[in-house]
């Protein structure tokens, strides 16, 4: 059974940081693309960064270039987001997703074959 189990959420500062980890398992999740997406209450769900499962192309949400890192460890199945710099509008629900040898993941999040839970990241101000 394949899941995504997302963990590392919570209640931060404004200008603090978290690390958002996502642990894949079930197969190798080597020939997908991994990504995170997030959704504010009332608001659609929107991508965040994309990694690539070729070439580690990285593609990331205007909103948070220079303050949030995407990175993968295929030898664990696992995706992470470093947040730094935290702000009272990157507030959401965190999701993890996969879309196998996608090259359009952050462009159609709909289009992912699996995805977490989701965990929520609050960021007071």
């Known amino acids: 059974q394949v899941q995504l189990v997302e963990s590392g959420g919570g209640l931060v500062q404004a200008g603090g940081s978290l690390r958002l980890s996502c642990a894949a398992s079930g197969r190798s999740f080597s020939s997908y693309t991994m990504g995170w997406f997030r959704q504010a209450p009332g608001k659609e769900r929107e991508s965040v960064a994309t990694?690539?499962?070729?070439?580690?192309?990285?593609v990331y949400a205007d909103s948070v270039k220079g303050r949030f890192t995407i990175s993968r460890d295929n030898a664990k199945n696992t995706v992470y987001l470093q947040m730094n710099s935290l702000k009272p509008e990157d507030t959401a629900v965190y999701y993890c997703?996969?879309?196998?040898?996608?090259?359009?993941?952050?462009?159609?999040?709909?289009?992912?074959?699996?995805w977490g839970q989701g965990t929520q990241v609050t960021v007071s101000s």
């Open positions: 990694f690539s499962w070729s070439g580690g192309t990285t």
């Open positions: 997703a996969a879309a196998f040898l996608s090259r359009t993941l952050y462009s159609n999040w709909k289009t992912a074959d699996y």
